[in-house]
């Protein structure tokens, strides 16, 4: 097919510091609310004690190997690699007015090895972790305080690295607090809704004066959001499925709609006072919501469908994301159902909806992988995933969608954060662990290292429309 994709299309990969770098105590990093889940972002919160150790303390080792791995991600042509500075490094228990030095400067480092390869950034200020400090001495995002502990983080970094950092994302997956309260914002899996929505409300008026901090302080920078782009579909065309199909889209577009729109939308009010739920908005906060991201950024997996109907609602509730399945989907080994598809439907909703340049800053297949005798690695099913997803987003782009990149999950092999295994892998290139943690951590390179190569070096006309 014929290259849709804009000259400039950032192609790349997307990490989180605490799925790759491992170094989890070094150079004066605090302990974040990560180091706390060992089984993952659902896992249980562990207190950790002398000798305990967990399977990201190491992860993959990144902190002391990057310039092997930014090397192979030159040697694919990536343009852009998104990853996420740890907190931890910088504010080591979230509170202190002065920065450790030693965290800054392994971002430094790293900025500084991506810039030898032309290379550009795309930073997460937090991907799934804060400071475990700010948990236990001010109860996360439950209290107000936090959010100018986090201004004060964020500015620090936008002054630091403002001449190395073009692009910033300010919260991952901000709507994932819903689901996973702890690892969202700092609060107990038990809370109630409105203890929820509160510290929600907190982390979006931290985000939107990061937006506003970037703004001034980053020459020419841009800022965005960061959404799991969980679409729904109705499972039947019955009119009360379609309404609750709005609905359930709305418990996630709604970050955006504050993110995007400069302030809630006039739906939330019902389901707040329906719902019984309280959220403190001072006419400061609603000043501050209105500073708006420059660009929408999301991950895209999988969708799921919506039903009224109890029975079939009951075999949802197993799936965290209370999704019911698709009848005309495939799965992948972890019951993630695949719907390229569903990524082209999802950029024209979001487009639609915001008007704004959209970024898919996530979006891969998490599948295991085996090692042949003579060392290579024949993964097509991810070949196969990652080409009809993209074939989509040609398809997008073609609608009049405005794409500015693609960086796909995990181009190393990383610990997942549902669970923590080594064993869901979505690299291009293999890292030798499993999850034990035994293995040498040598990387590999995947057939499908060759096949994105190829992809980048065509602009996309390498992907294969098989429709
Ligand atoms: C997203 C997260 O939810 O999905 C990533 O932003 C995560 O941190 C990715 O790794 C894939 O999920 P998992 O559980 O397969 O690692």
Redesign the pocket.
Known sequence: MSSKFPDHFLWGGAV?AN?VEGAYQTDGKGLSTSDLQPQGIFGAITPRVDGDSGIKDVAIDFYHRYPQDIALFAEMGFKCLRISIAWTRIFPQGDEEAPNEAGLAFYDRLFDEMARYGIQPLVTLS??EMPYGLVKQYGGWGNRKTIGFFEHYARTVFERYKHKVQHWLTF??INMSLHAPFTGVGLAEDSSKSEIYQAIHHQLVASARAVKACHEIVPGGKIGNML?GGILYPLSCKPEDVLETQRQNRDWLFFGDVQARGGYPAYMRRYFRENGIQVEITAEDQQALRETIDFISF?Y?MSGCVTTDEAQNNTARTNILNMVPNPHLASSEWGWQIDPVGLRYLLNVLYDRYQKPLFIV?NGL?AKDRVEADGSINDDYRINYLNDHLVQVAEAIDDGVEVMGYTS??PIDLV????AEMS?RYGFIYVDRDDAGNGSLERRRKKSFYWYRDVIQSNGNSLKNKA
């Open positions: 989180a799925q991907h799934y991952n997956e799991l991950s997996y996530e998490g999950w995990g997942s954060a549902s669970k869901k």
